[in-house]
């Protein structure tokens, strides 16, 4: 099984990075996006107070994006460690 030690430690690799950069990402994006929010209020003719619906779809989103951004580069490193499938049908046999 030593051909699957460079897969396991890149995922490794990559889940511990993600998780310790996760508490600095979170707050970001959420400020990014609330500032986003806040610019497009004052510049528009919306009401003055925020959505509290909007804030929690956007909180939701960015959490959503971080943990599918995680699983599908945990799948894409972890993808070679599969072993490809075989043919049913009989080989010929080498001349």
Known sequence: MR???GPSIAI????????TLLP???????????TGYAVVK???TAPAS???TSVMLAVVAIVTF??????????VIGRSMT????????????V
């Open 66 to 75: 971080f943990t599918l951004a995680i699983a599908g580069a945990i799948y």
């Open 50 to 52: 925020a959505s509290a």
């Open 24 to 34: 600095f990402l979170i707050p970001t994006a959420v400020w990014l996006v609330l």
């Open 12 to 19: 490794a690799v990559v889940a511990v990075g993600f998780f």
């Open 83 to 94: 072993p490809k499938k075989r043919s049913k049908e009989p080989q010929a046999a080498a």
């Open 42 to 44: 004052a510049i528009g």
């Open 3 to 5: 051909e699957l030690r």
